[in-house]
Nanobody
């Protein structure tokens, strides 16, 4: 069982930045691929970014490419999402997720591919 706890959400003006963190329990963090998703009111949960066990393979949704950066620190059991140039349409609850994966280069970009989820953190971008 893995527990995930997100933090770092808040209210920011358009053009601003936020850094989300997701701390994972357990001693085998390096065996898990990680992902960030978001869900706006009335919409389905959508993929934002994913990172492999090694950190060497990264995926981004087209809507956040060039603005968001995902990273991980396996020594701290933590994954990060640096969000720059935020837009009002980035407003959502952001969730981190994880799945144990056999290869160090594997990533996952669909909700159904992840086994464990955090409780979410609200990000609100005002115009």
């Amino acid at each position: 069982q893995v527990q995930l706890v997100e933090s770092g959400g808040g209210l920011v003006q358009a053009g601003g930045s936020l850094r989300l963190s997701c701390a994972a329990s357990g001693r085998t963090f390096s065996r898990y691929a990680m992902g960030w998703f978001r869900q706006a009111p009335g919409k389905e949960r959508e993929f934002v970014a994913a990172i492999s066990r090694s950190g060497g393979n990264i995926l981004y949704a087209d809507s956040v490419k060039g603005r968001f950066t995902i990273s991980r620190d396996n020594a701290k059991n933590t994954v990060y999402l640096q969000m720059n140039s935020l837009k009002p349409e980035d407003t959502a609850v952001y969730y981190c997720a994880t799945v144990e994966i056999g290869t160090i280069w594997g990533t996952r970009s669909h909700v159904y591919e992840y086994d464990y989820w955090g409780q979410g953190t609200q990000v609100t971008v005002s115009s």
